[in-house]
């Protein structure tokens, strides 16, 4: 039965999450059988104390945007921190990630993976570090920003990109939201004093800067406010120094799902093409547009790392999705950016 465009999202994301359960479900398994075991700091044969080098995290489910991704962590990041990526499509080859843990990993919800890696993974680290896979570190900067901020007493978390269309009123006093998507946290604060989840809940009643009504927390929203209410500090960088080191995209997983879904490149253009004119002012077109424009991006340095293109077969021309998205250009709101996507495209091809 075909699907409306509105209904075949939450369909496709299920459908995927049940297909690529087939390699990773096992590997799960035999992960929480083994006592879901710690990143270790060794020098020669001795174990040392809990580490004060950043754990960092990301999970995937396009494995040439892993491969984007680790090129730029380890490009200017180094070895100044150890990565692990949870690789919930099951595709990625560990051996394309020379120092890093690779875990084949059910495709959770992304607050259940941060807390499995906070808790278990990282547990012999001061600091976990989360890290979207469509955020790109830019500079060596951001370790000594890191030092920076936690020397400061109290501060629980350090966030790199945070929300900018909601702030939390506690006390009278307003404070930004850190987010998810590039935030390094405190373990010590986090998860040894106060037990912590970044689980999404119900109940937010913060102001919104674009006229929506909230009603829920995203991945640490909660916690985030109730390590504000608890007197701790959340960090936030400054826009000029997180502008420089840091760089991605936003909302990348729906057009991954999509092309997973789909098996040409005609019949993902029709998902477009066939949509009410008038729902191209929400949020699902529009973002999942520019994400396959992303996507493109990504294609095109992975391919410039590796000299071969991965195999996207219901990906459609660049040229295709952006003259569909001129074509709705009238229909869009004006806080819609078309140029945002573009422009990070730009910066990291230049910086690849």
């Not at 937010?204 to 009504?213: A, D, E, L, R």
Request: aromatic content about 12%.
């Amino acid at each position: 039965m075909r699907r409306s465009y509105d209904r075949l999202l939450p369909y496709a994301f299920r459908r995927f999450s049940l297909l690529s359960a087939r390699r990773t479900l096992v590997p799960t398994i035999l992960y929480y059988g083994l006592s879901r075991l710690p990143l270790t700091h060794r020098e020669r044969e001795y174990i040392l104390p809990p580490s004060y080098k950043p754990a960092l995290f990301t999970m995937n489910i396009l494995p040439p945007m892993a491969t984007v991704w680790y090129h730029f962590v380890r490009k200017n990041l180094g070895d100044s921190v150890d990565a692990v990526i949870f690789d919930c499509s099951g595709r990625l080859n560990p051996e394309n990630f020379p120092g890093a843990r690779v875990q084949k990993f059910l495709n959770f919800y992304a607050a259940t993976k941060s807390d499995e890696f906070l808790y278990h993974i990282a547990k012999n680290r001061r600091i976990g570090w989360l890290c979207d896979d469509d955020m790109f570190p830019m500079s060596p900067t951001m370790l000594t920003i890191l030092e920076r901020e936690f020397a400061v007493p109290n501060t629980a978390s350090v966030s790199f990109r945070p929300r900018d269309w909601w702030h939390f009123v506690i006390d009278g006093k307003t404070h930004e939201v850190s987010s998810s998507y590039c935030t390094a946290i405190n373990r010590e604060i986090f998860v040894e004093k106060e037990h912590l989840s970044l689980q999404p809940a119900d109940g937010n009643t913060h102001p919104s800067h674009i006229g929506k009504h909230l009603r829920r927390y995203d991945t640490f929203d909660k916690a985030n406010e109730i390590l504000l209410q608890r007197g701790y500090r959340c960090s936030v960088v400054p826009k000029e120094e997180r502008d420089a080191s840091l760089t991605g995209f936003s909302g990348m997983s729906g057009a991954v799902i999509l092309l997973s879904y789909f098996r040409t490149p005609e019949e993902t253009l029709d998902y477009y093409r066939s949509a009410p004119l008038e729902r191209w002012s929400g949020n699902v077109l529009f973002g999942t547009l520019s994400s396959l424009l992303a996507i493109c991006t990504i294609q095109e340095l992975y391919t410039r790392l590796t000299g071969k293109a991965y195999a996207l077969p219901s990906l459609p021309k660049r040229a295709e999705l952006e003259r569909i998205r001129e074509n709705h250009r009238t229909q869009l709101r004006p806080d819609q950016s078309v140029t945002w996507f573009d422009t990070v495209a730009d910066r990291l091809h230049a910086s690849l």
